[in-house]
């Protein structure tokens, strides 16, 4: 049993691997662009989720819960 699943895991991780494989000097300007743009765009949601988790900043984003909905804003608007 073990010999045949072996023999399974050595098939998937050779096909894996080639599937998974990147040719970075073939990647073209657009491709640069369009992987910093998903990386930095991750790096700030993670960034983001743990600002609005992280307990300490609770108080501070709950004073600014109906921020939008308040009356009392000062108006910016000429008349």
Same mark, same amino acid.
């Given at each position: 049993?073990?010999? *045949? *699943? *072996? /023999? %399974?895991?050595? @098939?998937?991780?050779?096909?894996?691997?080639?599937?998974?494989?990147?040719?970075?000097?073939?990647? %073209?300007?657009?491709?640069?662009? /369009?992987?910093?743009?998903?990386?930095?765009?991750?790096?700030?949601?993670?960034?983001? @989720?743990?600002?609005?988790?992280?307990? +300490?900043? !609770?108080? +501070?984003?709950?004073?600014? !819960?109906?921020?939008?909905?308040?009356? $009392?804003? %000062?108006?910016?608007? !000429? $008349?």
């Amino acid at each position: 049993m073990s010999n *045949s *699943s *072996s /023999g %399974t895991n050595a @098939y998937i991780e050779e096909h894996a691997q080639g599937y998974f494989h990147t040719d970075w000097s073939a990647m %073209t300007s657009h491709d640069w662009a /369009g992987l910093l743009i998903t990386v930095v765009t991750f790096v700030l949601m993670v960034i983001a @989720y743990f600002y609005v988790f992280r307990p +300490k900043n !609770k108080d +501070k984003l709950e004073q600014q !819960k109906y921020m939008l909905m308040d009356e $009392k804003s %000062t108006n910016t608007e !000429k $008349k």
